[in-house]
């Protein structure tokens, strides 16, 4: 990421030196008492515009987002038309003289071809006119053009090239930071589909057979966990959203418990200590779940006995602290720390390592699952969930369906 952020600066270095020539040609003296000089009333004003073309670009290059931004763009410039086009079309004209739209693609062969920027005269037979210019600046996202922006003028310009070239650098940047965006969201997608593969074969078996075993002894009990079955599969394979509430989680999980308890029994105890204000934390969907599953499968089906498992989630000012604590036959550290780095084991630890991983993705490293656990000394996992983090938001609690 640091490579992108270099990259941004050095785009946005020479924007400015274009504001600059923006605010000298466009800035008036009465309009700036009280904002500093000239140079800086300029550099704000690019700076805000360059912040306002930014949100569109960063869902990548579209005819809506092309549109979107392009007046934006335009104004960076100061040029008397602009346009965006991806590798086969003009996505958005603004400005004058939009009739040279085909004239502009038969130029762009040679610069979408070979990634390098061109001027050239236009040719029009419409005296009044007033873009005679034209500065292609391609876009480019890992070495390969995506499309152009072609600034239109008057007359040549050697400013207009340069500055041409660096907003294309900088909308470039912009269009990567996308591809991130993107390629990270499929990451998120493939690790729910991975979380999914692990709860559904031997969790829906042992569902479905203890409600079978109370079809005939007690069906008011079998119809109330046929409920809880679906309520907790609805939401486990819901098809909207990167993100939940921690209050539909523990929901999820409580629906996930009481099907545990038909199957175990007195075996299983549970303690839930619920702080109300951290309720509408958002966080990455089915990111606790798996943990809770790892408390039962450690402290119920590999000894005999009884087990208690501690579900406590606290207001730590900025943060929301979830512990999950059993008292069952524990771990090898050396083993965890295997399952952790992306090792596999007997017992399945898919879940642990695939909510270490998303919660470092989403919230940073610092913010990886804290592990205690020893040989017979049960384990104890904790999350710190940021209750506010760019870019995590809920949809909201799920509408029965």
């Not at 070239?165 to 990451?187: F, I, K, N």
Request: aromatic share 6%; proline share 5%; charged share 20%.
């Amino acid at each position: 990421m640091s490579g992108f952020v270099a990259g941004l600066c050095v785009a946005v270095l020479p924007l400015l030196a274009a504001g600059f020539w923006l605010g000298r040609r466009t800035a008036r003296p009465e309009s700036l008492a009280g904002l500093g000089t000239p140079v800086e009333h300029a550099t704000f004003q690019t700076l805000h515009t360059a912040t306002l073309a930014a949100p569109p670009l960063r869902a990548g290059l579209t005819e809506e987002t092309a549109r979107k931004s392009a007046r934006r763009l335009r104004t960076l410039l100061g040029t008397d038309a602009l346009c965006l086009t991806d590798e086969k079309e003009v996505l958005v004209w603004d400005g004058v003289g939009g009739h040279h739209r085909t004239e502009i693609m038969e130029r762009l062969a040679g610069p979408l071809e070979t990634g390098r920027g061109e001027a050239f005269p236009l040719t029009c037979a419409t005296p009044d006119c007033p873009v005679r210019w034209a500065v292609v600046a391609p876009l480019t996202v890992d070495d390969r053009v995506h499309g152009a922006l072609v600034a239109c003028a008057p007359r040549e310009s050697a400013v207009l090239v340069r500055a041409a070239g660096e907003v294309a650098r900088w909308v470039s940047v912009q269009l990567e930071l996308a591809d991130l965006d993107q390629s990270r969201t499929r990451l998120i997608e493939a690790e729910i589909k991975a979380l999914r593969a692990q709860i559904s074969p031997h969790f829906i078996f042992n569902s479905l057979a203890v409600i079978a075993s109370f079809v005939r002894t007690d069906p008011e009990r079998a119809r109330e966990l046929l409920l809880e079955f679906a309520d907790f599969t609805r939401y486990s394979f819901r098809r909207h959203g990167d993100f939940t509430t921690l209050a539909d989680e523990l929901h999820a999980i409580d629906h996930y418990l009481a099907l545990v308890r038909a199957r175990f029994g007195d075996r299983l105890a549970v303690t839930l200590q619920i702080a109300p204000e951290v309720l509408p934390v958002a966080l990455p969907f089915l990111c606790l779940q798996p943990l809770v599953e790892n408390a039962v499968k450690h402290g119920l089906e590999g000894k005999s006995g009884a087990c208690h498992i501690q579900i406590t989630a606290q207001d730590a000012g900025a943060e929301a602290l979830v512990v999950i604590e059993d008292d069952g036959v524990g771990m090898d550290p050396e083993q965890l720390r295997r399952i952790l780095a992306g090792g596999t084991s007997p017992s399945g630890g898919i879940g642990l390592s695939n909510v270490d991983d998303r919660l470092r993705q989403v919230y940073g490293d610092d913010h990886g699952l804290v592990i205690e656990t020893a040989v017979g000394a049960g384990m104890k996992i904790t999350a710190r969930l940021p209750k506010y983090q760019p870019g995590v938001h809920s949809a909201g609690r799920l509408a029965a369906e």
